[in-house]
C-alpha cells in the first residue's frame, strides 16, 4: 500500500489555496509575474514554484468550460527521474518520489526525462526540486500542505488504491453528464500516485494525453549509457595490445631507423 | 445569513446570484459541494460573466448588472403563473391574505403617494385593510387569496408584467436558459425540497439594492424556503466580521443589536417616546423597553437611573433630514463641514465610492488619524504619490499602527451569525496595538482631558463607563461580558435575553448576544465539533445569535399543526408530551435547533402559527413598506445606457441625487459601456492586507479588465494589452483580459456590452495598480444609500491617453 | 643541410598551451563527468568534494574549455586557420598512410608515404577533436540551462554530450598512446611537452614533406 492523492477537478474552484500553502510550507518566494491576460499567471513550475493550478477556458455549442487543473509532481509508480538519476538521489517512499538533495549533483537529467516535465532548477540551491508529497508532514501523520489547504475536497490524500475505488465511482457518477470523464494516471505514464477525475480529455486540462518516457530518453537510458564507454574500453585495450605487439614483434627485426640515427 | 454556512450542504438547489462565492467565500463551497455530490443540489450562477463560481454551476445564467429585480421578478411570476409556490405555507405564514388599503395603488412605476418634489413616498396608503368598525383595527383577510386587494392578487398583478420575454429584454439572459433557472430553481418549492439564495456585494451595491433583496424574500416566501435546512436568504458577508460590525452598531441609523438610533424627531424627545415609537403592539419587539434600557445601563451603569430616563438624552439625536452614510460623510468633508476623523482598517482612498473625490475631501480635515497594518492609500492620501501637492494640504495626518487579527484576540461574527473567539496566534509587531486597546486608550484618554467639567454637554462623556482593566485580555474579557450583560443585582452574567428587564436592573450591551458569555463560561470559544443534529448545526461549536439558534424563522419548518412538513426538511416540532403541566404546558416546541419561537405556545393557541415573531403582525412580508415601495419594481441604474422598457420611470424615484461637484453623471452617447467592480480571491477588499504580501501578489500582480472578445475587436484590443477606462469621474488604467467568458448582451435588440474591473489596487504595497473606484459614482441605494458600485457606465480604449 | 641531430620547431608555444590546457580540461571535466554520469563512478566524487562538487568543477572547467580555444582563435586566427587547412588537405600519401596504419599499428615493419607537420591519423585527430568540442559545448551549454531549451532538445543533447566524451576520449586513448608510448612517438610527445622542437632526423623519417619544406630538399 502506498499513499497518494486524488485531485478531483470536477470540485475544485481554483482559489489557489494550494499555491500558497505549498509556498508557505516549503518557504518558497514569489518569483516576479505580470498579469498577460489569463487567471494563470503563475505559468509553469519553476525551482520556486511546486504546484500551480492550469486555467483553460473552452466554448462547445455556446456552453462555456473553465477547467482549473491543479499541477505538481505526478509521483510515478515507476518514475523516470528514479531511473536517470545518476547519484540515486531519487527514491519511492510510501509513494512519494523524494529526493535526496544533499545526494543530488545538480545534474538536471531528471528534468527532461520527466514525462511530465515536473522538476526544475533552482539556482539558490543548484539542484533540481519538485514537489515532495510533504513527505516530512506525512511523515508525521499530517496532510500535505496543499490538501490540508484544500476547502472543497477538490484534493483528497490517502491510500492510492482507495483513492483510485473513490475516483472510479465518481467517474461513474459523472459519466452520463461528462462522457469524456475519466480518471487519469491509473495507468498513464506507467501509473501514478497522483490521480486525477476528469470530465473532460486530459489535452482540455492541460496534461499530457500519453504521457510517456520520450524515445531519444530511452535511447540515451538504455544505449547510450551503457553500451558507450565500451568504446573507451576498446581502445584502450588496443592501445596495450598495440603496446606490447609491436615489442614483441620488433624482438626479431632491425631496429627503427631513427632509433639506429638516435644511438 | 437567515441559515448557515454548514447549511448549505442542506440545499438542493442554491441560486448563487450577485455572487461569486467560489472566488470571495470558497469555504462556501466546501459545503456546496458537498450538497452537489451527496444530494444531487443543482447550483445555479447568475452573474455578468462566467465565473469561477459559474465553472461549478449547473446552470450558468447571464444577467446584465443592474437588473436583479427584473430577473427575480420574473421567477416570482413563473412561480405564481405556474401554481409553483408552496400554497399553505403562502396563505398562513406570509401576509398573502391581507387585504390592502383601497387607497393603494400601482401605476406607471409608480407607487401611490409619491412627491417628485421630495423624491420621497408618503406611506399611508401602504396598509393593510382594517374594519373601521374593529376597535383593535385588525387587518383584514381572504385565506382564499382570490380578493383581488389582497397582497397575494396585488403581488401576482405586480409582477405579471415581468413575463419571460420582458424580463430577458431587460437583462439579456438567452430565454432558454432563464427558463431553465426557472424551472430547476421553482422545483424547491415542494415540501421536502429546499433552495437557498446565495448573495453579496453584487445584489447589495445599487440603487435598489434593498429591493433586490426583497425580490428574494418574497420569492423565497413562496416557495416555502424561508426557516428551513437548506432554505434562507444568504448574505455571503464580504468580510470575517462585517456581520459583528452591524450587531455592533456601526451603522449611521442603528444603535447596538439593530436599534434604531434615535433622530431629532419630536416622537423621540424622550425615552418615553423612543419606546412608543420602536415598540409594536405584538411580536418579540415588544421587549424593545428592555433591550434599549439594559444598553443604557450598559453604557452609562450607575449615572442611569429611572428618574433621569436612563440617560436617553445623552444618546445623540442625528438630524433626519442628513445623511450620515458612507457617501453622505465623504460629502460634507467635500464641503468642509467635518473636521477630523479616524479611519479604523478603512481605505475609502481605494475602496469607496469616486474615489477621485474621497481623496479629495480628505484634503480638507483638519485632521485625520489612520489606525491600519500598512500606510494605505488613504493614510498617505496627501503624498505626491498619490498625486496630490503635499504643499497645499494642511490636514495633520497621525498613523497608529494596528496589529493583524493573528497578533490579538477577540471574536468575529461569521455571515451564519456565528460568534467565534479566535486565540492570539503571535504577538504584535512593533509598537501596534489592536483596535480594542487603541480605543480604549483615546475614551480614557478624552475622559481625563474632560475630568472635572461642569458644562453639562460634557456629561455623556463623564458619565461613560469606561472603567475597564488596562490588559489586553482582561480588557477583552471585561467588554466581552459587558456585552452579554449583568443582572446588577447579583452582579452575575446574563445566562439569556429573555431575562432582561426594563426597570434597570440589567446591563446588556448588545441584546442579540446575551447568553454568548454566560456564568458557565464564554460561549464563545466553544470548539465541539461534533453534529449532534445530522444536519450540520453543530449547537455546540462557538455561540449563534439568537441563543445560539442556528435556523432562523424556524418556526416554519413545521406546519399548522406543529409537525414537519416534510421529513426531509424537518427542523423544530410540537412535542405535546414535552411540556410541564403543573406549569400548563401543553407541550413544547423541540428538535435540531433553538426555537424560534415562545417554546411553549402551542399551534392551537391564538398565536400558535405565527412563525416570524420579530415581525409586528407574525408574518412573511410579501408586502412591506421600504423607501421606494412595498414591491420591488425594476428602475434602471443611474447610469444606465438603456431605457427602461418596464415604465416611464428610469431610475428608482426615491434613492438620493447627490448634484454635487465631481460627481457627474455619465450619458450612453459618451459612455456607452457598463462597468462594473469585483474581487479576486488571491485579495482582499481595498488590497493593503494582501497586496503587501508577496506569495499573493505574485498571484494577482496587476489590475486587469476583463471583456468579451467582441468588445476588444470592436476595440482593436488584444488579450494582454494596457487599456485606460474612463467614466464621467475618472480614468484607470488597467490590463486587457479578454475573454469568452464575458459576452455582449441583447438588451430588447441592442447589443449592450459590459466590462468588469478589480477594485483592489492602490500605489502602495507589492502588488500595485489603479483603483477602480475612481470610476464609480457617489450614487446609493435608496434605503441604504449603499454605493452603486456594481453599474455605471465607462468607456474603453487601447493604451493610455 | 641542416644536421641531423639539430632541432626544428614542430608546436608552436601557443598551440602547446591550448593542448596541455585542454588536455587538464578533458580530464578533469571526464573524471567530474563520470560522477555524473553514472552512479558507478560515485567513488571518484569525493575527489571533488561529493556529487555537487563534482557538477561544480565540471561547469567550472566548461568555461575554460569554451573560453581556452576562443582566445587561441582570437590571439591567433591565421594559426587556426593554417591549421585547419592543412587537416582537410587530403591526397594519395594521406589514405596510403591510413590503410597502412592498422599494421604500423600492430607492429609490423611498414613504409609509410610521405606525410606533413601532421601525418594523417593527427589530421582526423585535428579534424575530431574541435568538431567534438564545439559539440559538447554546445550540448554542455543546453544541459546547464536546461530550462530554457525545448525538452526534446535538452533530450537530444544528453545523447550528444555523451556520444561526444565518449568518442572523444577513445580518441583521446590512442591520441594519447600513439603520441607516447608508440614505438617511434616519444620524439613529438617531448616536442609537446617540452619546447615544442624535434629533432631534424626524425621530423625527415615522420614528416618527410615538413622536413623538406621547411629545411629544404638537400
Known amino acids: 500500500m502506498a499513499k497518494g492523492y486524488l485531485v478531483d477537478t470536477t470540485k475544485c474552484i481554483g482559489c489557489r489555496g494550494c499555491v500558497v500553502a505549498c509556498k508557505n510550507w516549503n518557504q518558497l518566494p514569489a518569483e516576479p509575474t505580470g498579469f498577460k491576460g489569463t487567471y494563470q499567471t503563475v505559468a509553469d513550475f519553476s525551482g520556486n514554484t511546486f504546484t500551480y493550478i492550469g486555467f483553460n477556458e473552452y466554448e462547445e455549442n455556446g456552453q462555456l468550460k473553465w477547467y482549473f487543473t491543479k499541477r505538481q509532481c505526478m509521483h510515478c509508480l515507476d518514475p523516470a527521474c528514479m531511473k536517470v538519476c545518476p547519484q540515486k538521489a531519487i527514491s519511492i517512499v510510501d509513494g512519494a518520489v523524494v529526493r535526496d538533495y544533499g545526494k543530488c549533483a545538480g545534474c538536471q537529467y531528471c528534468a527532461s526525462a520527466c514525462p511530465f516535465h515536473v522538476p526544475r532548477y533552482n539556482t539558490k540551491i543548484n539542484k533540481e526540486t519538485k514537489c515532495s508529497m510533504c513527505a516530512e508532514r506525512v511523515a508525521e501523520g499530517m496532510l500535505p500542505a496543499c490538501v490540508k489547504a484544500c476547502v472543497t475536497g477538490a484534493l483528497q490524500f490517502g491510500e492510492r488504491d482507495e483513492l483510485l475505488a473513490i475516483a472510479k465511482e465518481r467517474v461513474n457518477a459523472l459519466k452520463a453528464e461528462y462522457p469524456n470523464a475519466r480518471v487519469y494516471g491509473e495507468n498513464d505514464a506507467g501509473g501514478t500516485s497522483v490521480l486525477y477525475v476528469l470530465a473532460d480529455v486530459p489535452s482540455k486540462y492541460g496534461l499530457p494525453e500519453n504521457p510517456q518516457v520520450s524515445a531519444l530518453t530511452t535511447a540515451w537510458q538504455k544505449y547510450v549509457k551503457p553500451y558507450g564507454p565500451w568504446l573507451i574500453a576498446l581502445t584502450a585495450a588496443g592501445s596495450i595490445l598495440s603496446f606490447f605487439s609491436t615489442r614483441l614483434l620488433k624482438v626479431g627485426q632491425r631496429a627503427h631507423e631513427e632509433e639506429s640515427l638516435h644511438g | ?801 | 643541410m641542416v644536421k641531423s641531430d639539430e632541432k626544428i620547431l614542430k608546436c608552436s608555444g601557443g598551440a602547446r598551451f591550448v593542448h596541455w590546457s585542454h588536455t587538464i580540461c578533458w580530464f578533469v571535466m571526464l573524471f567530474s563527468g563520470l560522477v555524473l554520469f553514472s552512479g558507478w563512478f560515485n567513488w571518484l566524487a569525493p575527489v571533488f568534494g561529493g556529487a555537487d562538487g563534482a557538477d561544480f568543477i565540471h561547469k567550472l572547467f566548461a568555461i575554460f574549455f569554451i573560453a581556452i580555444p576562443l582566445i587561441g582563435l582570437f590571439v591567433k586566427p591565421r594559426s587556426f586557420i593554417e591549421w585547419m587547412k592543412m587537416a582537410f588537405r587530403w591526397g594519395k600519401d594521406e589514405f596510403v598512410f591510413m590503410m597502412k596504419f592498422p599494421f604500423d599499428f600492430i607492429g609490423f615493419k611498414v613504409n609509410m608515404p610521405p606525410q606533413e607537420r601532421i601525418n594523417a591519423g593527427q589530421k582526423i585527430n585535428s579534424i575530431l577533436f574541435p568538431l567534438l568540442g564545439f559539440f559538447l559545448a554546445l550540448s554542455g551549454t543546453i544541459m546547464w540551462f536546461a530550462d530554457n531549451f525545448p525538452v526534446w532538445l535538452v533530450q537530444l543533447a544528453y545523447i550528444v554530450h555523451d556520444c561526444c566524451w565518449i568518442i572523444g576520449t577513445a580518441q583521446v586513448c590512442f591520441h594519447a598512446y600513439l603520441g607516447s608510448l608508440h614505438p617511434g612517438s616519444g620524439e613529438s610527445f617531448w616536442a609537446m611537452f617540452g619546447d615544442g622542437k624535434v629533432r631534424a632526423s626524425w621530423a625527415k623519417h615522420h614528416h618527410t614533406k615538413w622536413y623538406e619544406e621547411v629545411v629544404g630538399r638537400e
Open chain 2, 1 to 801: 445569513m437567515t441559515n448557515h454556512w454548514v447549511d448549505l450542504r442542506n440545499t438542493d438547489c442554491a441560486l448563487i446570484i450577485g455572487s461569486n462565492a467560489a472566488e470571495n467565500h470558497p469555504m462556501a463551497f466546501k459545503w456546496l459541494t458537498e450538497a452537489r455530490e451527496k444530494r444531487g443540489a443543482k447550483i445555479i450562477s447568475v452573474d455578468p460573466r462566467f465565473t469561477r463560481t459559474s465553472a461549478r454551476a449547473d446552470i450558468y445564467a447571464p444577467m446584465r448588472s443592474g437588473t436583479d429585480v427584473a430577473f427575480i421578478g420574473g421567477l416570482i411570476n413563473y412561480v405564481i403563473q405556474n401554481n409553483l409556490y408552496f400554497h399553505d405555507y403562502v396563505v398562513n405564514y406570509t401576509n398573502a391574505a391581507y387585504i390592502i388599503d383601497d387607497g393603494y395603488e400601482f401605476k406607471d412605476g409608480l407607487f401611490s403617494g409619491y412627491d417628485p418634489e421630495q423624491r420621497k413616498y408618503d406611506q399611508k396608503t401602504w396598509a393593510y385593510k382594517t374594519d373601521p368598525a374593529d376597535p383593535d383595527k385588525k387587518p383584514l383577510k381572504d385565506p382564499t387569496l382570490q380578493n383581488p386587494r389582497c397582497v397575494f392578487q396585488l403581488l401576482k398583478k405586480h409582477f405579471e408584467r415581468y413575463d419571460v420575454d420582458t424580463v430577458c429584454k431587460i437583462t439579456g439572459t438567452p430565454k432558454d436558459v432563464y427558463l431553465k433557472v426557472a424551472e430547476t430553481f421553482a422545483a424547491t418549492g415542494k415540501p421536502d425540497k429546499s433552495g437557498t439564495i446565495c448573495y453579496a456585494m453584487g445584489t447589495c451595491q445599487h440603487s435598489n439594492a434593498s429591493q433586490n433583496i426583497r425580490a428574494y424574500s418574497i420569492l423565497q416566501l413562496l416557495l416555502g424556503n424561508m426557516g428551513i435546512p437548506g432554505g434562507g436568504i444568504n448574505a455571503l458577508r464580504g468580510e470575517s466580521n462585517v456581520q459583528g460590525s452591524t450587531d455592533m452598531g456601526l451603522l449611521s441609523h442603528l444603535l447596538t443589536a439593530y436599534l434604531n438610533a434615535p433622530t431629532n424627531d419630536a416622537a423621540y424627545k424622550d425615552l418615553a417616546g423612543y419606546i412608543k415609537k420602536e415598540t409594536p403592539k405584538w411580536g418579540f419587539k415588544t421587549n424593545t423597553p428592555k433591550w434599549i434600557i439594559s444598553m443604557l445601563k450598559a453604557w452609562y451603569g450607575d449615572a442611569a437611573t429611572k428618574e433621569n430616563d436612563y440617560c436617553y438624552q445623552y444618546l445623540p439625536k442625528r438630524d433626519a433630514k442628513r445623511n450620515f452614510t458612507h457617501i453622505g460623510l465623504f460629502e460634507a468633508m467635500y464641503e468642509g463641514k467635518i473636521k477630523g476623523v479616524l479611519i479604523f482598517g478603512a481605505n475609502p482612498v481605494v475602496g469607496g465610492p469616486n474615489a477621485n473625490k474621497e481623496a479629495k475631501a480628505l484634503e480638507n480635515l483638519d485632521w485625520m488619524v489612520a489606525v491600519d497594518l500598512w500606510e494605505t492609500e488613504t493614510s498617505t492620501f496627501w503624498s505626491r504619490e498619490a498625486g496630490a501637492d503635499p504643499s497645499k494640504i494642511k490636514t495633520e495626518v497621525f498613523f497608529l499602527p494596528a496589529c493583524s487579527s493573528y497578533e490579538k484576540q477577540g471574536t468575529v461574527s461569521n455571515s451564519g451569525r456565528w460568534i467565534q473567539f479566535r486565540w492570539k496566534a503571535v504577538d504584535p509587531l512593533g509598537e501596534s496595538r489592536s483596535d480594542l486597546e487603541i480605543l480604549y486608550e483615546l475614551g480614557k484618554r478624552i475622559k481625563e482631558a474632560y475630568a472635572g467639567s461642569t458644562d453639562p454637554k460634557d456629561k455623556p462623556l463623564l458619565d461613560m463607563t469606561w472603567d475597564y482593566p488596562e490588559e489586553e485580555e482582561k480588557l477583552l474579557d471585561e467588554v466581552q461580558r459587558e456585552i452579554n450583560g449583568y443582572d446588577l443585582t447579583t452582579k452575575k452574567l446574563l445566562p439569556k435575553f429573555a431575562d432582561l428587564k426594563d426597570d434597570g436592573t440589567t446591563s446588556c450591551g448588545v441584546w442579540i448576544y446575551c447568553g454568548m458569555y454566560t456564568e458557565e463560561g464564554n460561549k464563545t470559544q466553544k470548539r465541539d465539533n461534533k453534529d449532534t443534529t445530522g444536519i450540520g448545526q453543530y449547537p455546540n461549536w462557538a455561540f449563534a445569535w439568537p441563543v445560539n439558534r442556528r435556523i432562523i424563522y424556524n418556526r416554519c419548518s413545521a406546519d399548522l399543526s406543529g409537525n414537519p412538513w416534510s421529513e426531509a426538511k424537518k427542523v423544530i416540532w410540537w412535542d405535546p408530551t414535552k411540556g410541564d403541566p403543573a406549569k400548563g404546558e401543553k407541550g413544547k416546541w423541540v428538535g435540531l435547533d433553538v426555537p424560534d419561537f415562545i417554546a411553549t405556545v402551542a399551534p392551537s393557541d391564538p398565536d400558535g402559527s405565527k412563525p416570524f415573531i420579530m415581525h409586528p403582525d407574525g408574518v412573511g412580508g410579501l408586502f412591506a413598506k421600504m423607501a421606494d415601495g412595498p414591491f420591488p419594481e425594476h428602475y434602471e441604474p443611474w447610469e444606465s445606457p438603456v431605457q427602461n422598457i418596464l415604465s416611464s420611470i428610469q431610475f428608482d424615484p426615491a434613492a438620493k441625487i447627490w448634484q454635487s461637484p465631481m460627481n457627474e453623471q455619465g450619458t450612453p452617447d459618451k459612455y456607452p459601456i457598463i462597468g462594473t467592480t469585483y474581487r479576486v480571491v488571491e485579495h482582499w477588499q481595498a488590497g493593503a492586507m494582501t497586496r503587501n504580501l508577496p506569495w499573493l501578489a505574485e498571484l494577482m500582480p496587476n489590475v486587469f479588465v476583463e471583456m468579451s472578445e467582441e468588445l476588444a475587436k470592436e476595440k482593436g484590443i488584444q488579450n494582454g494589452d494596457i487599456v485606460t477606462v474612463e467614466s464621467a469621474r475618472g480614468k484607470v488604467t488597467a490590463v486587457a483580459c479578454v475573454t469568452k467568458r464575458f459576452k455582449p448582451f441583447n438588451i430588447n435588440g441592442k447589443i449592450v456590452h459590459e466590462i468588469g474591473i478589480l477594485w483592489h489596487y492602490g500605489y502602495k504595497g507589492v502588488a500595485v495598480g489603479d483603483p477602480a473606484n475612481r470610476l464609480t459614482p457617489h450614487i446609493g441605494d435608496a434605503n441604504s444609500n449603499t454605493p452603486e458600485y456594481k453599474a455605471w457606465l465607462c468607456d474603453v480604449y487601447k493604451g493610455v491617453k
